[in-house]
């Protein structure tokens, strides 16, 4: 079983439409994170998470330490939001790297 | 733009050859990760180097090893290549090495072994 689950895998929307994905993870962690990769494969970090919520423009983060739970919501969902969103977590020292959920790929139709 | 480098964008090789991908970070950033990313095991991390020394190791082969120079760029040096290396590989860079550090992917070197 994989130590970060992440849910819908698959995700098509219309435009304009909330977008929630979720994030479930099973070990402690020190930090999570939510990134964003394109089609062209290239990695952009959009949150970095150790409590609470962060808003960043369309883009809202939220984590609940005790249900090991994280969401990504994503507010009037635009053709250009399609991606590959996925969670990672610090589940270690400061030294391991992340360990990855598998993505879930993203498209809002226009 | 990250400010992350890494070179080459792309790269196709033949099995059983050796190649070295490279990583420049952030300006001041003493942290690099690298990572890989194929089809079968999405994103695993492989080594981490923090301001030269060698600090963690994930799911690196022995055929795979890595290093961080004095001016804090870095590579990945792959040997005996097999079609299964056939993968992205990143690298990100981070101040420090605290958890609660934020990491800068480059745009990865997509490898092709054939």
């Known amino acids: 079983k994989n130590e970060v689950e992440q849910s819908p895998q698959n995700l098509t929307a219309q435009e304009g439409e909330f977008i929630t994905i979720n994030c479930s993870y099973s070990?402690?962690?020190?930090?999570l994170h939510w990134l964003q990769q394109h089609p062209g494969g290239g990695i952009v970090s959009l949150f970095m998470l150790s409590s609470g919520k962060k808003k960043h423009g369309r883009l809202i983060a939220t984590i609940n330490i005790q249900e090991k739970h994280s969401s990504l919501h994503i507010t009037a969902s635009h053709p250009r939001d399609s991606a590959v969103y996925i969670c990672a977590v610090n589940s270690g020292g400061g030294a391991d790297g992340l360990t990855f959920g598998k993505g879930t790929h993203l498209i809002i139709q226009p | 733009d990250s400010g992350v480098t890494q070179t080459p964008k792309h790269l196709i090789t033949a099995t059983g050859q050796r190649v070295t991908l490279r990583c420049s970070p952030r300006s001041g950033d003493l942290s690099v990760y690298w990572y890989q990313q194929s089809l079968d095991q999405g994103l695993q991390f492989l080594i981490h180097?923090?301001?030269?020394?060698?600090?963690a190791k994930g799911n690196i082969l022995e055929r795979f090893s890595a290093q961080q120079f004095p001016d804090l760029h870095s590579e990945l040096n792959l040997s005996s290549l097999e079609l299964g290396d056939s993968a992205l590989y990143f690298c990100a860079s981070s101040v420090g090495q605290a958890p609660n550090t934020e990491a800068f992917f480059g745009q990865g070197t997509r490898l092709t072994v054939v």
């Open positions: 180097y923090y301001n030269g020394e060698e600090r």
């Open positions: 070990v402690g962690i020190s930090a």
